[in-house]
Nanobody, 118 residues
Framework: QVQLVESGGGLVEPGGSLRLTCAASTTIFSMYHMGWYRQAPGNQREFVARITSTSSTIYADSVKGRFTISRDNAKKTIYLQMNSLKPEDTAAYYC????????????WGQGTQATVSS
């Protein structure tokens, strides 16, 4: 069992920045692929960014060039640096963990709200 706790959400104006944090409880954090997903009211939960156990990264087209995902294995933490924020980035952001060899070993955090508005 892995617990994931997101933080760092808040209210920001268009063009501003936020840094989201996800802290994990597992002792084998380095063996998990990690990612961020988001869900706005009335929408499906959508992929935002992924960072693998070897630190390879993938981004959704909608955030490419604006968002950066990173991980700190010593701190058992991943981050999502969100720059040049747009109103359409407004959503609840969720942290996801998938074991690199066991794809059914997967966990979700509780979410943190990011709101981009004037």
């Amino acid at each position: 069992q892995v617990q994931l706790v997101e933080s760092g959400g808040g209210l920001v104006e268009p063009g501003g920045s936020l840094r989201l944090t996800c802290a994990a409880s597992t002792t084998i954090f380095s063996m998990y692929h990690m990612g961020w997903y988001r869900q706005a009211p009335g929408n499906q939960r959508e992929f935002v960014a992924r960072i693998t156990s070897t630190s390879s990264t993938i981004y959704a087209d909608s955030v490419k060039g604006r968002f950066t995902i990173s991980r700190d294995n010593a701190k058992k933490t991943i981050y999502l640096q969100m720059n040049s924020l747009k109103p359409e980035d407004t959503a609840a952001y969720y942290c996801n963990a998938v074991h690199q060899f066991r794809p059914n070993d997967q966990y979700w955090g509780q979410g943190t709200q990011a709101t981009v508005s004037s």
